[in-house]
């Protein structure tokens, strides 16, 4: 009789617990369909006032600027850097990688939506994403990671296009190829495609490799004070006011602000720079332009370049 009785008293607890927590649910998915903020941490661009979603601007005008932003790339690794370029971080202080930006794409409270389980409703809270901006958005989203990757590298211009040559002296043209829907670049030697293979000791080379060489170059280039001297005397030429420190300033802050120009802008400056890029079998060659160094001196100190923020 006692383990009976302590056994019903069990299951009437339990019932308790359970219609309890049912209860508790239908009033959370009450308040939701009826876009009652329910709490938790708010959306990156909200603040809450009154147990209720309000936007703040100062971070809302960022989650504006990365919608916008991620219709151009149409790549949260791309979006990611420039996130990060800009110093933004999430409510919490931490940094806002690539996952976190796909959950802001995706969160529905930006078009003033509440969701529960799946099912969204009118909100209470003002919307920060027009509707046409959100459609755009996930148009994008719903094609492959792999095929939106593919064409951004494919809508980059070759760096070193008309630049590079090969130990026969003939001209590399850019090419690419696809494989498993992967893009693959490359520089070809004019002479292979001419003549076929064996016709030089080089036939191609990828091109993120040699691009990232010649930019390596470039890179320790500028911070050769033989160059910086050169740089200055030539632009003391053309313009009085110039002085060594404000020709070594200029090349040296081209290094921090590169992977924030516009792709189109970073070849515009490597032909400005660069001559002709020699590739053989031992190594590879760079020759400058000391006139395109003197005019990148003099856009650096003007604040021209294109730069993607």
Not at 44 to 63: I, P, Q, W
Not at 153 to 161: G, Q, S, V, Y
Not at 202 to 210: C, K, M, N, T
Request: hydrophobic letters at 40%; aromatic letters at 8%.
């Amino acid at each position: 009789m006692g383990r009976l009785t302590l056994n019903i008293l069990l299951s009437f607890a339990q019932f308790e617990r359970e219609v309890t927590a049912e209860r508790i649910r239908d009033k959370v998915a009450a308040s939701r369909r009826k876009g009652i903020w329910m709490g938790g941490v708010p959306p990156f661009g909200y603040r809450v006032e009154n147990r209720k979603l309000v936007v703040d601007e100062e971070t809302a005008s960022h989650v504006r600027w990365i919608f916008a932003r991620f219709l151009e790339l149409s790549s949260c690794t791309e979006l990611a850097r420039e996130v990060d370029a800009r110093g933004l971080r999430t409510p919490r202080g931490n940094r806002i990688d690539k996952k976190y930006l796909y959950r802001m794409l995706g969160n529905r409270a930006y078009i003033g939506e509440a969701v529960h389980k799946g099912a969204s409703y009118p909100s209470e809270h003002e919307a920060i994403i027009d509707p046409d901006t959100w459609d755009k958005v996930h148009a994008i989203l719903k094609e492959s990671p792999r095929t939106r990757a593919a064409r951004t590298r494919a809508d980059t211009p070759a760096l070193l296009k008309g630049l590079l040559y090969g130990p026969d002296g003939a001209a590399f043209s850019p090419t690419h190829t696809r494989k498993s829907d992967r893009l693959y670049r490359y520089y070809v030697n004019q002479t292979i495609l001419k003549h076929g293979a064996g016709a030089c000791p080089i036939a191609r080379v990828p091109a993120g490799e040699i691009e990232a060489a010649v930019l390596g170059q470039l890179h320790a280039v500028f911070r050769q004070p033989e160059i910086i001297s050169g740089t200055w005397q030539a632009a003391r030429e053309q313009a009085n006011g110039i002085t060594e420190d404000d020709a070594r300033v200029a090349l040296q802050q081209l290094d921090p602000l590169w992977d924030e120009l516009f792709p189109a802008e970073q070849v515009r400056i490597v032909s400005l720079l660069v001559e002709r890029v020699d590739i053989g079998t031992e190594g590879l060659t760079v020759r400058l332009r000391v006139d395109g160094l003197v005019g990148l001196t003099r856009e650096m100190q003007a604040g021209e370049l294109e730069r993607v923020a």
